[in-house]
């Protein structure tokens, strides 16, 4: 919670600042945005630079903030992996008793021809 706090008192600064700057400044100004020409007050594109930056920032928090889904994934990852080491290794297991069996049976084979 203190955090939060702290990290809002950092962000009201700027957020003060810049709109102490968009009322104090409201004449008019030409610039040209993809080849027009348009007018728009200094203190509205300060504003619209800060609500779009608060919203890149709000987005950005948000994003970061959610549950990590991934570390639930890797632990569902791992138990599958377990299991499919033990299918394996017990694979591997009855491969061997079936070759086992095999080099009895023709040991037995030739035994009984000698």
Do not use: Y
């Not at 903030?65 to 394996?88: F, M, T």
């Amino acid at each position: 919670m203190l955090v939060r706090s702290a990290i809002f008192a950092i962000s009201a600064l700027p957020t003060l600042v810049v709109l102490c700057l968009s009322v104090q400044n409201l004449q008019p100004i030409r610039f040209t945005a993809f080849g027009l020409p348009a007018e728009f007050g200094l203190g509205l594109l300060l504003a619209a630079a800060l609500i779009s930056g608060a919203l890149t920032g709000l987005s950005a928090c948000r994003l970061w903030s959610r549950p990590n889904k991934n570390g639930q994934h890797l632990a569902e990852w791992a138990v599958q992996d377990a299991k499919l080491a033990a299918a394996i290794k017990s694979d591997r297991e009855k491969q061997l008793e079936a070759k086992i069996l095999t080099l009895e049976a023709a040991l037995k084979s030739a035994l009984k021809k000698s």
